[in-house]
């Protein structure tokens, strides 16, 4: 355990350079699942000591299990602890592909212990420095992927400067679809493709076209609103050049404008044959649209744009999405500094009848 933790603790905080109460925590867990595993170890005969090597694989699978049970249990209970993100949703994103790696990576202990034993030193370094570089290899793939996240996102800020009404509306359309997908209750992955298909719904209006009803204040007349229709298909085509987003990111961003009720567009689907990724895209677009000032109103209350929403579930919205919003805690902090001030100053608004679809509209 002392071991352990000198080590976790050195790296935690020298190398990786982690907050003081992130590496205590990580340090405390990590000697706590060691203590446990190796209780566990002991008790059924497992061999402990450098004068020979002996594997008992009764004894060593039961390290190995119990270790990573406690790890798992305690890393997830810390994340959902101090997130929105729930304990049952943390623990599939952590113990999903792990059980797998953990199994070939304790493999890797017995050839560490192995190579040490007959070795010594130069055993250690027979299979550590290999080690190290896949490692760097795994650090290079994830710096790239977070890099690719931020390209993104500055692309889609890019196109939202045309219009500052729209100032990070797909940032923000992202979040609360996540949200909402985490709620319901989705895989993690299938949370990861509907926020990135928010983040990425209105892509496509980086296209000349729609530059100058971006800029118009006030209404826009039947016309513009047909070719402004035509914004999902050029988001969905242009998000479909990166292979990766083909498929089910693709037509949850294609199908973020198809209602409930079948008279959306552009194919006209209607209820369960609607993506739920765009089902629930079309609600986060929609609560932004509502709760952000707009050219020709000012931003509803939360309570007035979930009111809306129940008003048009069944007919615009998908009415079991509107009553998971409707109750919804996460929703609620992440729209409440948007909208601290927004009760008391708030002017006359629209007829209720028409908001939704006139947020709708805006937030597309």
């Known amino acids: 355990m002392v071991i352990a933790g000198l080590t976790a603790l050195i790296a935690h905080t020298v190398v990786r350079h982690k907050p003081l109460l992130r590496a205590w925590f990580n340090t405390a ?11 566990v170890y002991a008790a059924l005969g497992g061999h ?13 699978g039961a ?13 997830s209970l810390a994340v959902s602890l101090i997130s929105d993100i729930s304990l049952r949703e943390t623990l599939t994103r952590l113990a999903g592909k792990s059980p797998l790696y953990d199994l070939a990576s304790s493999s890797l202990a017995i050839l560490l212990a192995f190579l040490f034993i007959r070795l010594q030193i130069l055993g250690l370094a027979v299979l550590v420095l290999p080690l190290f ?8 793939n994830h710096q790239v992927e977070r890099v690719n996240r931020e390209l993104l996102e500055l692309m889609v800020k890019a196109i939202e400067a045309r219009d500052p009404y729209t100032s990070g509306h797909s940032v923000r359309v992202a979040e609360y679809a996540r949200s909402v997908a985490r709620e319901l209750g989705l895989p993690p992955k299938h949370v990861d493709d509907i926020a990135t298909a928010a983040l990425l719904h209105d892509v496509g209006k980086i296209y000349e076209q729609f530059a100058p009803l971006l800029r118009k ?8 609103r047909m070719l402004m229709q035509d914004h999902p298909v050029r988001s969905a085509d242009l ?11 693709q037509g949850d961003i294609r199908n973020h404008h198809e209602n ?22 079309m609600i986060a677009d929609t609560i932004d649209a509502m709760t952000t000032d707009r050219p020709y109103r000012k931003a509803l209350t939360l309570q007035r744009a979930l009111e809306e929403l129940s008003k048009y579930a069944g007919h615009q919205f998908d009415p079991r999405l509107v ?9 609620r902090r992440l729209l409440g500094p948007q909208l601290a001030s927004d009760g008391a100053n708030l002017p006359s608004m629209q007829a209720p009848s028409r908001t939704a679809r006139a947020g709708a509209r805006a937030g597309s």
């Open 29 to 39: 867990q990590y000697m706590v699942a060691l203590a446990l595993g190796d209780l």
């Open 48 to 60: 402990v000591g450098v004068d020979r090597f002996e594997f008992n694989f009764l004894a060593f």
């Open 63 to 75: 390290l190995v299990f119990v270790f990573w049970i406690v790890n798992q249990a305690t890393v």
């Open 133 to 140: 570089f896949v490692r760097h290899m795994y650090q290079m």
């Open 217 to 224: 204040e006030g209404r826009l007349t039947p016309e513009e």
């Open 239 to 249: 998000a479909g050049t990166i292979a990766d987003f083909r498929g089910r990111v």
């Open 260 to 281: 409930y009720d079948g008279t959306g567009y552009p194919d006209g689907l209607a209820g369960e044959t609607i993506p739920v990724g765009a089902r629930i895209i």
């Open 323 to 331: 009553q998971l919003v409707t109750r919804s805690p996460s929703i």
